[in-house]
């Protein structure tokens, strides 16, 4: 009977032993923060507090604790005689504007009258009380259905970044955690306030890893030091950045399904929801169209990276002339061709943002009495013909302007420079593809190789095929074969500047040159293998902004019917049309998008199955 007492004894002395060595042991344990869920929503309660207040949460009658964590609301009031009807519209609005704030923030009343005071500092919102009295930010979780973020990221309060490490219930990893809209307001030096903020991940973010999309980048190089300049303008502007976003490897085209090795290509919203969602800018495509709790995404547009996934999402998307912001801190595909764009749901805030990121930009009001189309429908077969029809006379008429079809090949056969013989697109067949294959290879894939192997005894990293596949395109030319097509952009350049797109004093273009971006007339099924990844040879009028350096911006129109192989029933796909001008004129086509909401003739997206309205996603 005496041995379940020894034994009781050897595990204490055992416990005392651990306890010893212990204490020779350098130990870290910190908190990561919280999660909680209040009425059934999840919410993140950061590990550090904003400020603490002279009263705990077990003050507060009648509010429900987890944990030690209280919710309470600061409402905000500029009169001394706020009564109880201006609380019940103050938190009607509340409800209203923000998806963080819910009543389950409204559940407890104070006994003591000191409980803030004009030194606390705390801006109206739902926050978290501890048992201490430090407060917290209230952090929403969302599930990422769309599967169109890499890393959800938390500010850490030294201008730096950390990886969200919370989740939430289900297959809809990883959350992402978003704070109160009521926390922020916009002024002239903050105009992004409390704008939430998608970032592409091959922008750095200071204290968090950048993948371009690529296990082994991710596995190879620490978290990075410094963010890049093109993200660090817009969150001096005030913008929050909630999470990086998936990219197709390196930036490079591909197809969802078929090409996608180390990351699962995002989900496109639209249709039956199982359309590609372009590419290279996927991420910040799908979580756009999907996401009301996401106002805004940065990506990067070399050859059609930003543009494609507006298109076939039917956003708001722009690749900017060429040069406008500074690309330190952004992985290269080529230097000559890159720039950094957006995706967004709402004009407004487009050219808000615009203005931020392309500070010096001039936004004209005066806009051009010409129009140039390049293969516009001609009749309305189809209904997406129809659409885009409809929408050029809704311009003309809003713009008092005429309309001329563009020609380019005619007009470069007949003024083409001199000593130039070749036909337009064989002039520029090999430009792109070499460009980036030519560039990347040096800048990217040879330092990124021999470090890999430096560590990893000679072994050569895994990469997609598409990037392979263009490496190995660059690598059969000769350098000087690099130096050829930086000549022909050149050549071609300058012609359209002066035959096509020429800059105008009042409208700073002297005319619009629009194109298709999208129709619901083609769809791409992410099921559907199409073949290995190929070259991308040839020139569309896609490829005219990257190799003139003009402004291309993709405007949705509407949505147009097709039947789904998928549901076997009729949906929506979104029509676009993309917008080109002089070089330095997006600030004229951000205002005219404005303008052309303010006149009814372009709305705003919605996020779900149609832009127009809305719905939920198929699954």
Not at 14 to 39: D, H, P, Q, R, Y
Not at 139 to 145: E, H, V
Not at 197 to 207: C, Q
Not at 316 to 343: I, K, W
Request: proline content about 7%; glycine content about 8%; hydrophobic content about 40%.
């Amino acid at each position: 009977m005496a041995f379940p007492t020894v034994l009781s004894r050897l595990y204490a002395v055992l416990i005392v032993l651990v306890c010893i060595c212990l204490k020779a042991l350098a130990i870290t344990f910190t908190s990561t923060g919280a999660t909680v869920v209040l009425n059934d929503i999840p919410y993140y309660i950061p590990a550090t507090p904003l400020l603490n207040l002279r009263i705990a949460s077990r003050q507060l009658r009648g509010a429900p604790s987890v944990a030690g964590y209280t919710p309470f609301t600061v409402v905000g009031t500029t009169t001394l005689t706020f009564n109880q009807a201006d609380l019940e519209s103050t938190i009607a609005n509340y409800t209203a504007t923000d998806d963080v704030f819910q009543s389950g923030f409204l559940s407890g009343t104070s006994t003591n009258s000191s409980t803030l005071d004009a030194t606390s500092n705390l801006t109206p919102g739902p926050y978290f009380l501890s048992a201490d009295g430090s407060v917290f930010q209230a952090l929403r979780l969302y599930g990422d259905f769309a599967g169109a973020f890499t890393q959800p990221l938390i500010p850490t309060g030294d201008d730096s970044f950390a990886p969200l490490p919370a989740a939430i219930a289900g297959i809809e990893a990883p959350a992402v955690a978003v704070p109160s809209r009521l926390y922020y307001t916009s002024t002239s030096e903050k105009p992004l306030a409390g704008i939430r903020l998608g970032v592409k991940d091959i922008y750095d973010v200071a204290g968090v890893k950048t993948s371009d999309g690529n296990r082994a980048i991710y596995g190879l190089y620490p978290p990075k030091n410094v963010t890049a300049v093109a993200v660090q303008k817009l969150i001096d502007a005030g913008a929050i950045v909630v999470g990086k976003m998936k990219t197709s490897q390196f930036a490079n085209g591909e197809t969802a399904t078929a090409d996608w090795v180390d990351y699962h290509s995002p989900f496109n919203p639209r249709g039956d929801g199982y359309q590609d969602p372009s590419s290279s800018s996927s991420g910040p495509g799908a979580g756009i169209g999907s996401y009301p709790w996401l106002d805004l995404a940065i990506g990067s547009d070399t050859g059609g990276s930003l543009r494609g996934p507006a298109q076939v999402q039917g956003l708001f998307g722009n690749r900017p002339s060429h040069g406008l912001v500074e690309l330190t801190g952004v992985m290269p595909l080529a230097p000559q061709l890159d720039t950094a764009g957006f995706e967004c749901r709402d004009p407004t805030l487009w050219a808000t943002a615009g203005k931020v990121l392309y500070s010096g930009l001039e936004f004209y009001t005066e806009y051009p009495k010409k129009i140039q189309t390049i293969d516009f429908p001609t009749s309305a077969d189809t209904e997406s013909d129809g659409l885009v029809l409809s929408f050029l006379s809704k311009l003309e008429m809003f713009l008092s302007a005429s309309t001329t079809a563009l020609n380019q090949s005619a007009l470069w056969a007949a003024t083409h420079p001199d000593g130039v013989s070749a036909s337009l697109d064989s002039f520029l067949n090999i430009t792109y593809p070499i460009l980036i294959a030519k560039e990347q290879i040096e800048l990217v894939r040879d330092p990124f190789y021999d470090q890999y192997a430096a560590v990893h005894d000679g072994r050569k990293p895994f990469v997609d095929p598409a990037p392979l596949v263009r490496w190995a395109f660059g690598d059969s030319y000769p350098d000087s074969a690099l130096t050829d097509a930086v000549n022909n952009k050149t050549i071609y350049q300058q012609w359209f500047s002066t035959h096509v797109l020429l800059n105008d004093s009042t409208t700073c273009s002297d005319s619009l040159l629009l194109y298709v971006g999208s129709t619901a007339d083609e769809q791409v099924y992410r099921n559907q293998y199409n073949g290995p990844p190929e070259v991308p040879y040839g020139f569309s009028a896609g490829r005219i902004s990257p190799f003139t350096e003009v402004p291309d911006m993709v405007v949705p129109i509407g949505s147009g019917s097709y039947f789904s192989n998928s549901t076997l029933h009729t949906e929506e796909l979104p029509v676009t049309i993309d917008f080109l001008a002089a070089k330095g004129c997006d600030g004229m086509i951000f205002n005219l998008v404005k303008d052309l909401m303010a006149a009814g003739i372009v709305n705003a997206s919605m996020t779900g199955q149609t832009l127009e309205g809305g719905g939920e996603v198929l699954l």
